[in-house]
């Protein structure tokens, strides 16, 4: 019995790699099987006929079934999924992401064997308490009331003053309800996004944290600097993927300010050289940036495609359309 990995799927039935995988998981493609960390079909396998309506649009699940990520996240790569998926290797060791913000990749992936880490403390322990605390997360998170001065109150208090599972359920009131999502600190550590007067968020939902808890349960989640990281965790064969703060393309585009600790020229080119380090260990990697001249320089080496994009941080919608980058340095 031969099987064949999705990505030829994909080329065979002329479908996305995404639109496989996801008709994998509910079940509309027969003869499947899942190896390790990737799907296969079988090499006679007929394209399935439940992947269009009338329309000829793609028949997406109604209900939740596969985790999804559980805060907005200035650059999170929902929007880019169906790119990454594409040029992700056929087969890896261990998945490592050392920038993970909101996890977009890392939720789709629902890798067993997934390392994650970010030097964003709260960001890491609010993952943590989700993993092992999901339901008493839930129980504080039912607490809040989307209203402005419960907003404030909650705002102004020092997270590393609350219990974990409190500062957990904090952080995600506060990313639902606060404008755009947009996590952001002063220079003094502080939270300082304002309220973002949404009439009726959904502060609490419970069936989307549950099944993000199944996901994170089953990684290594670390907080730590992401060279720290990839020293202690990368080997050959993994596939590292890296979402690290872009360059900024104008005076006011460094929007991903999630750590007090900004993000430099002279950081670019050290996460450049990590990248050749990593490369040279024998490990997969993909990075996205921003489609700045600098980050061409830097990975003039490898592969880089153009990817159009949007910026929904940006409060103008004419402004919110962007180009990113994505690096590879495997072939894929």
């Known amino acids: 019995?031969?099987?064949?990995?999705?990505?030829?799927?994909?080329?065979?039935?002329?479908?996305?790699?995404?639109?496989?995988?996801?008709?994998?998981?509910?079940?509309?493609?027969?003869?499947?099987?899942?190896f390790g960390r990737t799907w296969a079909i079988k090499k006679e396998t007929e394209k399935s006929i439940s992947h269009r309506v009338k329309s000829g649009k793609y028949i997406k699940s109604q209900s939740i079934d596969v985790a999804t990520p559980i805060l907005k996240w200035a650059g999170g790569k929902t929007q880019m999924l169906e790119e990454i998926l594409k040029r992700m290797p056929n087969t890896y060791g261990n998945y490592i992401e050392p920038f993970v913000g909101g996890g977009a990749l890392f939720f789709k992936l629902d890798d067993d064997n997934s390392i994650i880490a970010d030097s964003n403390p709260e960001l890491i322990n609010m993952y943590r308490q989700v993993a092992d605390k999901c339901d008493e997360v839930i129980k504080v998170l039912k607490h809040y009331k989307n209203e402005e001065a419960i907003f404030y109150e909650v705002r102004a208090k020092n997270w590393t003053e609350c219990t974990d599972?409190?500062?957990?359920a904090r952080m995600l009131y506060l990313n639902k309800t606060c404008f755009n999502g947009l996590y952001r600190l002063n220079k003094k550590g502080l939270f300082n996004t304002p309220f973002g007067r949404y009439k009726n968020p959904n502060i609490c939902n419970e069936e989307k944290l549950r099944l993000a808890s199944e996901v994170l349960k089953n990684?290594?989640?670390?907080?730590?600097?992401?060279?720290?990281?990839?020293?202690?965790?990368?080997?050959?064969?993994d596939f590292v993927f890296l979402d690290p703060p872009y360059v900024p393309i104008s005076k006011n585009s460094d929007f991903k300010r999630y750590t007090k600790k900004q993000f430099y020229v002279s950081d670019q080119k050290k996460l450049a050289k990590e990248v050749d380090r990593l490369?040279?260990?024998?490990?997969?990697?993909m990075l996205t940036n921003s489609n700045h001249p600098l980050v061409h320089e830097l990975y003039s080496k490898y592969k880089i495609e153009i990817i159009q994009t949007k910026r929904n941080i940006n409060s103008?919608?004419?402004?919110?359309k962007g180009e990113d980058v994505i690096v590879t340095t495997y072939d894929w």
Do not use: F, H
């Not at 099987?3 to 496989?20: A, F």
């Not at 599972?165 to 957990?168: F, L, P, S």
């Not at 990684?219 to 600097?225: K, Q, R």
């Not at 103008?316 to 919110?320: A, D, E, Q």
């Open 1 to 34: 019995m031969e099987y064949i990995p999705i990505k030829e799927g994909s080329n065979k039935w002329e479908l996305s790699i995404q639109k496989i995988q996801t008709l994998c998981v509910e079940d509309k493609i027969v003869d499947v099987g899942r």
């Open 165 to 168: 599972i409190e500062a957990a």
């Open 219 to 237: 990684a290594t989640i670390v907080c730590g600097d992401y060279l720290d990281v990839l020293n202690k965790y990368a080997k050959k064969g």
């Open 279 to 285: 490369v040279e260990l024998g490990c997969n990697v």
């Open 316 to 320: 103008k919608g004419n402004k919110r």
